[in-house]
């Protein structure tokens, strides 16, 4: 322990000497291979220098965490380059989590103090032309990738700084990996491509972590390349794969509190941007409203996520939304409104395993009387846990043959028969 210790203050040392010594805005404009190598050098030489006895497995470690310090996130970077990390959480400066494969652990991973781990904080938001500090404590970010960051600082985290990260990246690419991990049957995935390309409206409804926007992006490479998309988002994560689209992120009020963007107003300036589709990244919110009226005119095939348990709460949930505009419509209208607009609801759900499973794919009907109707096509049925702890269960069609295959007719899109008649074991 006290030769770690001894490590941890020679590198804050080194550290110390290394600052005073770059020039930051020289070392900016040169070319990022050549600074790194020009700083290895002198980091080098600072660790001769203190002439304190090291293996060159020490001195290594040594200078790739100065390097990371100086060109990075510091701690952050070795978890960020291993691509089997789908979340890191910071809980203070010394506890460190992660989730890989669906499951979480505590890592030996840390911060020299609080202040440290606020630097890093403020260096990740301030690329995105963000801010967190005593007046706005909590903050979404992104990391260049596309990674979901989210701070909270004191007065409001007792305990010090946390930070949370989810990557983006990690999880499966395409629809077939999807398939291969017994994510989605192929039957499943077959009718749900044919609704896109159809343009049918599609809810994605799940709990956090449990891989909507993943599920999202998929679903979005069955766009036609020919229309033109816009995206809604708090924090820009959806990567899609299309050329005619515009990408828009809300901004949050300035120092003075003014100056915010929100979604809503990003939706209704959207409709004046000829798009074809509107993709939400999360409808969380007031923008509910707009979104309903922008699929009932001629934006047909928009898709979003919500967070719910099951998609009769995601209804529940998009109508008290809908309230949160304050233009006093009776709940009847609402309903109507959300029965034209939206027809599939995807249900993706996290299991005790730590696996992603599309668990209920529903059809929304119509309206009876003043309630809104809606069946379920596939769902998947949960027998029990294996010996190695993976959830047992099966991929089971209902038999139901959807309304929409009316409209993928319409659209020259036939589905197999024997499309909605077998079920897919999964162990």
Excluded: C, W
């Excluded at 989590?97 to 020299?112: K, N, P, T």
């Amino acid at each position: 322990m006290a030769e770690t210790l001894n490590l941890e203050q020679l590198k804050s040392e080194a550290h110390r000497v290394l600052i005073s010594k770059l020039d930051l805005e020289k070392l900016s404009r040169v070319n990022s291979a050549q600074a790194r190598q020009a700083v290895a050098g002198m980091v080098n030489q600072i660790i001769g220098d203190q002439r304190v006895p090291l293996s060159l497995g020490e001195q290594e470690k040594i200078q790739a965490d100065l390097l990371d310090e100086v060109f990075g996130l510091g701690p952050l970077e070795p978890l960020l380059r291993d691509t089997t990390v789908s979340e890191i959480l910071v809980n203070g400066s010394d506890h460190v989590f992660i989730e890989r494969g669906g499951v979480l652990q505590r890592i030996d991973a840390s911060f020299r103090d609080d202040r440290h781990l606020l630097q890093i904080i403020d260096r990740i938001v301030s690329r995105v032309g963000r801010r967190v500090d005593e007046s706005s404590p909590m903050v979404d970010a992104r990391l260049a990738d596309g990674s979901r960051v989210n701070a909270i600082i004191p007065p409001l985290a007792l305990d010090g700084p946390a930070l949370s990260i989810r990557r983006f990246g990690t999880g499966p690419t395409s629809a077939k990996k999807l398939v291969e991990l017994k994510t989605v049957s192929p039957e499943m995935m077959e009718m749900l491509a044919a609704a896109v390309r159809a343009r049918i409206s599609i809810l994605i409804s799940g709990g956090t972590g449990a891989g909507k926007t993943t599920f999202l992006n998929i679903l979005s490479q069955y766009i036609p390349s020919a229309e033109r998309l816009v995206t809604i988002e708090d924090a820009a994560e959806l990567q899609l794969a299309q050329q005619n689209i515009v990408r828009l992120e809300t901004r949050p009020p300035n120092i003075e509190g003014v100056g915010a963007i929100r979604q809503r107003q990003l939706l209704i300036n959207s409709l004046r941007m000829r798009p074809d589709r509107i993709i939400i990244g999360e409808v969380r919110g007031e923008e509910a409203f707009d979104m309903l009226q922008a699929m009932n005119t001629g934006h047909e095939g928009s898709m979003t996520t919500i967070h719910a348990n099951t998609p009769r709460d995601a209804l529940s949930r998009l109508e008290s939304m809908v309230a949160m505009s304050n233009l006093n419509i009776p709940e009847r209208t609402v309903r109507q409104q959300i029965a034209s607009a939206i027809a599939i609801v995807i249900q993706v759900s996290r299991l005790s395993d730590g696996s992603r499973k599309v668990t209920s794919i529903s059809e929304i009907t119509g309206m009876e009387e003043s309630v809104i109707s809606m069946h379920e096509i596939f769902s998947f049925n949960k027998k029990g846990i294996g010996p190695d702890g993976r959830v047992i269960g099966a991929f089971q069609p209902t038999r139901i043959r959807p309304k929409f295959l009316e409209q993928l007719r319409v659209s020259g899109i036939f589905l197999p028969t024997g499309l909605f008649e077998q079920a897919l074991e999964v162990n």
